[in-house]
C-alpha cells in the first residue's frame, strides 16, 4: 500500500474528487493548509497600496491506495489539479506498512 498526499488549490477539489472516485478512492483525509514553494507568495494591490501574501492557502489530499494503483492515481492527480501556472501544488507518495480498522480489527488494504 502507498499513501498519496497532494497539495492542491482549493478551487481544484472537486475535479481531484471526481477523478478519485472514478478510481475507486472515495475514502479521503482533506486538511486546510498554508505555504508556499519556490514563489514565495504573491504580491495584491489594493486600494493602491501594495501588500505581500507569504503563506498560500492549499488543501492537502491524502489517500492510501494500493501500490499498483499509485501511478494511475498520481497521474488522475495531476489531471484534476493542474492549471499550468506557479501555485499548481505537489504530489508525495509513502510506503505504508499496514492499516487496522479501529472498530473491527480488520487490517491491510481491507482496513481502508
Do not use: C
Amino acid at each position: 500500500m502507498k499513501k498519496v498526499e497532494a497539495l492542491i488549490r482549493p478551487e481544484r477539489l472537486e475535479p481531484v474528487m471526481e477523478e478519485l472516485r472514478k478510481l475507486g478512492y472515495p475514502g479521503v483525509t482533506i486538511t486546510e493548509v498554508k505555504g508556499h514553494g519556490k514563489q514565495k507568495g504573491v504580491t495584491h494591490m489594493w486600494r493602491g497600496a501594495e501588500y505581500r501574501v507569504e503563506f498560500l492557502p492549499k488543501l492537502k489530499v491524502e489517500a492510501v491506495v494500493l501500490s499498483e494503483d499509485v501511478g494511475r492515481v498520481v497521474n488522475a492527480l495531476i489531471r484534476a489539479a493542474r492549471t499550468g501556472s506557479i501555485g499548481d501544488g505537489k504530489i508525495f507518495v509513502y510506503d505504508v506498512a499496514d492499516a487496522v480498522r479501529i472498530r473491527t480489527g480488520e487490517a491491510g488494504f481491507n482496513a481502508i
